[in-house]
Nanobody, 122 residues
Framework: EVHLVESGGGLVQPGSSLRLSCAASGFTFSAHGMRWVRQAPGKGLEWVAGISSGSPDTTYADSVKGRFTISRDSAKNTLYLQMDTLKPEDTGVYYC???????????????WGKGTLVTVSS
């Protein structure tokens, strides 16, 4: 079955960096687009970043553009999110998400990991 396991979260100060990883299994990783979605404490889900199965192409939410970088390593079946210049408003649980074939950037997400907590605080 599909498994998505996030890691790399933790407590950091504003301005710091973190690199999240998502180990994927149970599907052909290289053939599917992937996403990162987050949820701040007490708030709803927020789409963060997406990467296609092609070029790959990438896109980002305005709130993280220029600071976050999504990437993938097909040989390792691993998705990454490099987060730089972290802000307190980046705090939340970050989920690795698999997309279905033909999905738009913001839809067609069918499997989710359990998430990893990122806390940005001084």
């Amino acid at each position: 079955e599909v498994h998505l396991v996030e890691s790399g979260g933790g407590l950091v100060q504003p301005g710091s960096s973190l690199r999240l990883s998502c180990a994927a299994s149970g599907f052909t990783f290289s053939a599917h687009g992937m996403r990162w979605v987050r949820q701040a404490p007490g708030k709803g889900l927020e789409w963060v970043a997406g990467i296609s199965s092609g070029s790959p192409d990438t896109t980002y939410a305005d709130s993280v553009k220029g600071r976050f970088t999504i990437s993938r390593d097909s040989a390792k079946n691993t998705l990454y999110l490099q987060m730089d210049t972290l802000k307190p408003e980046d705090t939340g649980v970050y989920y690795c998400v698999k997309s279905v074939f033909g999905a738009s950037w913001y839809g067609g997400m069918d499997y989710w990991g359990k998430g990893t907590l990122v806390t940005v605080s001084s």
